[in-house]
């Protein structure tokens, strides 16, 4: 009896050997860059970014390379270019990063620095950063900062498995440290990742087909335009990866003068609040179930219908500013504001 009983663990043994063995050799990943074989995801594709058009005189710039560096599975390639602004004012802002992040901060300097990191945290991520090139540009137009970077090309790693195949693009991650002197015009897209802009005086456009978001902190200098999907594309990214991922946007901002604020998303929250006491506000928003959250204090009209929520603020034509406001996101909760400082 003892016998059969040993002879029957030994059976069960050997099956689920095998199945261990079965289900490593299914889920191993064979990587590398021409993995999948589609021109979709071929490493050094042309990048859908669009090169902006800039004028004036190139300003001299200062290099800080620091080289391909090895990371947890992948590599990364880092540079630092600072640009002497002392005679500059605001000008025109126009970044372009497929994968990676984007970053504006307003600083007490008058320097422009550009941190720019081409990252891939996979195998093969060495030849996929290699494959991704990206241009910049920095002049001065009339006393006002020119600065343009876009992608050329976009690198990209591959995996395949019994299970699974996929692809893990190079990103482009940048940080623009500009003045706080006169007003940027911006024009900034990340179709995958979140944009931030802080501490500075700014109108324009801000947008990304499949970017999570963007979290604002600014002065509003005229019209700011946001088009971003809200949402997130899903991927298994290693832990040390720094990929803010989370859906949603929420923008704190401080009229200068009478402009608008439009904001689309497809999905996600969007919080909305306008800064200032002497701001008249006209505003129309949409989320889940047709309908938004509006707090701007005292109001002349108010309305809920199938297009959305409309309030507009007490006295509103005699304001010494003016400030139209658009929000709607379908599948998110759409909240505006008002504070006083």
Not at 89 to 95: K, N
Not at 136 to 156: A, D, E, H, K, S
Not at 200 to 223: F, K, M, T
Not at 290 to 297: E, K, S
């Amino acid at each position: 009896m003892s016998r059969i009983n040993w002879n029957r663990l030994a059976v069960v043994g050997i099956i689920v050997g095998l199945a261990v063995l079965g289900a490593v050799f299914a889920t191993k990943e064979t990587w590398g860059p021409d993995v999948l074989g589609d021109p979709t995801y071929r490493s050094s594709r042309a990048s859908l970014c669009n090169p902006p058009d800039l004028a004036g005189e190139e300003l001299p710039r200062h290099t800080d390379d620091f080289g391909l560096q090895p990371l947890k599975r992948g590599f990364g390639h880092s540079w630092v270019y600072t640009f002497d602004a002392a005679r500059l004012a605001g000008g025109d802002i126009q970044v372009c990063s497929e994968y990676g992040s984007i970053k504006l901060i307003g600083v007490e300097s008058k320097e422009v620095r550009l941190r720019l990191t081409v990252a891939n945290y996979f195998p093969g991520g060495a030849d996929a950063v290699k494959d991704t090139n990206v241009t910049t540009q920095v002049r001065n137009q009339g006393g006002q900062l020119q600065v343009g970077l876009w992608q050329l090309t976009q690198g990209i790693t591959a995996f395949r498995s019994l299970f699974a195949k996929g692809a893990r693009p190079a990103m482009v991650d940048v940080v623009l440290e500009l003045p706080r002197s006169g007003i940027y015009n911006l024009h900034l897209t990340a179709n995958h990742q979140r944009i931030t802009v802080q501490g500075l005086d700014v109108r324009g456009v801000i947008e990304g087909y499949l970017s999570p978001g963007a979290d604002i902190d600014a002065g509003l200098a005229g019209e700011l335009t946001l088009r971003l999907n809200g949402g997130s594309f899903r991927a298994k990214w290693p832990g040390d990866t720094p990929v803010d991922l989370h859906g949603g946007t929420t923008a704190r901002l401080r009229p200068l003068r009478s402009g608008s604020v439009d904001v689309k998303a497809n999905k996600g929250d969007v919080l909305l609040t306008i800064v200032g006491s002497a701001v008249g506000l006209d505003v129309k928003a949409r989320g889940a179930n047709g309908r938004a959250r509006i707090d701007i204090g005292p109001s002349e009209a108010s309305l809920d219908g199938p297009d959305g929520t409309y309030v507009r603020s007490a006295g509103y034509v005699l304001t010494p500013i003016q400030v139209e406001v658009r929000a709607i996101s379908p599948d998110g909760v759409v909240t505006i504001g008002r504070a006083m400082r």
